[in-house]
């Protein structure tokens, strides 16, 4: 580094401290508990020092809350958060939102921040890591597709030790790359797509904003008789956070556009009805709000369902979110183009199965 570039380095520090598999196979996994191994007590450690990181060439494009999560090792994510809020994190000197996109070279000022003791991670269970690696659908240099368990949060953060990235960061500890290309909910099962190059996040986060080259459906079992006419939902929604700060969201007139193409798959008499889901856009909750505000709730969905309903169906079987990412197809930046099927777990196959034998149960052909 010339000694131009490091006393122009010094000066900014000083500002600041003042201021392969083939896509198309499917496989059938047994539905397994996700536990975790027992967490070791450990103490937590405060770095007392403001730190300044460089954005290196391939974080490039990288989220300031993404790029934190990686550098602040056990820090819960509404930390994080809120030091970005309060302007504690500064990228060249300026204050920036969660979402800023960092870009090679950027100068980050991190705040002394409380973590875990270093070495004492949460490990990952020998059960999660069979179920995870039977449940991969496809894998490349670059890519991974995975069918996600029902239960597993995908990443962690408020008082979730251990998510799907951070069990997958252990699983492959010889990568310096592995993120995730867009999330599940937690209790949400099906295909979700982790990067392991840069160059594949950026394309693939470009074709989520542009709307094009990925295609995702879900399957979903919902309260009642789904009306066939109600195909499209398009109504806006806006996420509101509660004092406890649950999100909950809302159908509002000054929310975000949203729509979701629904069609009905298989009913079973006026009691519930299996539907597919294609979300347009990609609002938080956008499928469950969707379907309580067609006046169909998801079954087994605690925020936004019929209790009576949900725990009727625990007695059938059905003890988690009927929510499923069956089915996955994308272009990547060659013109290749993949498809990835999710089979769903078998105790809900065969809930369903149940109450086709109860029901007047037919396909849907339309």
């Known amino acids: 580094m010339s000694s131009k570039k490091r006393l122009s380095r010094q000066n900014a520090q000083r500002k600041f401290k003042a201021s392969a598999k083939p896509a198309t196979k499917v496989k059938t996994v047994a539905p397994v508990e996700i536990t975790t191994e027992p967490e070791k007590p450990h103490t937590e450690s405060v770095n007392h020092k403001v730190r300044f990181l460089d954005v290196t060439e391939d974080q490039d494009g990288q989220r300031i809350d993404n790029f934190l999560r990686t550098a602040l090792k056990g820090v819960p994510k509404s930390m994080i958060y809120r030091i970005v809020r309060k302007g504690e994190v500064r990228v060249n000197k300026g204050r920036v939102k969660p979402d800023t996109k960092l870009r090679s070279g950027d100068l980050i000022r991190v705040p002394p921040v409380r973590t875990a003791k270093p070495g004492d991670p949460v490990s990952v269970s020998k059960e999660l890591v069979q179920h995870l690696e039977a449940s991969i659908l496809y894998e490349s240099d670059a890519l991974l597709v995975i069918n996600k368990p029902s239960g597993l949060a995908v990443h962690g953060g408020s008082g979730i030790h251990l998510g799907l990235i951070e069990a997958l960061r252990q699983m492959r500890p010889s990568l310096s790359f592995l993120e995730l290309v867009h ?126 309903v949900n725990s009727d169906m625990r007695k059938q079987g059905i003890k988690r979110l009927f929510l499923h990412a069956a089915s996955l197809s994308i272009t990547l930046a060659d013109g290749e183009k993949l498809f990835f099927k999710a089979p769903l777990e078998k105790n809900l196959t065969v809930a369903v199965d149940q109450l086709a034998q109860q029901h007047n149960q037919y396909e849907q052909r339309s």
């Open 183 to 308: 999330r599940l909910d937690r209790d949400t099962s099906g295909c979700i797509m982790v990067a392991k190059k840069r160059s594949m996040l950026r394309h693939l986060h470009e074709a989520l904003r542009q709307g094009m080259g990925i295609s995702k459906t879900y399957h979903a079992l919902v309260v009642g008789r789904w009306d066939s006419s109600n195909q499209k939902i398009d109504a806006p929604l806006r996420k509101n956070e509660l004092s406890s700060g649950e999100r909950v969201v809302k159908v509002q007139e000054d929310g975000k556009a949203s729509i979701t193409m629904f069609k009905v798959l298989r009913r079973f008499a006026n009691v519930a009805t299996l539907v597919e889901a294609k979300p347009i856009t990609g609002r938080t909750h956008q499928i469950r709000v969707h379907a309580q505000f067609a006046g169909n709730p998801i079954i087994g969905d605690e925020k936004y369902g019929v209790e009576a």
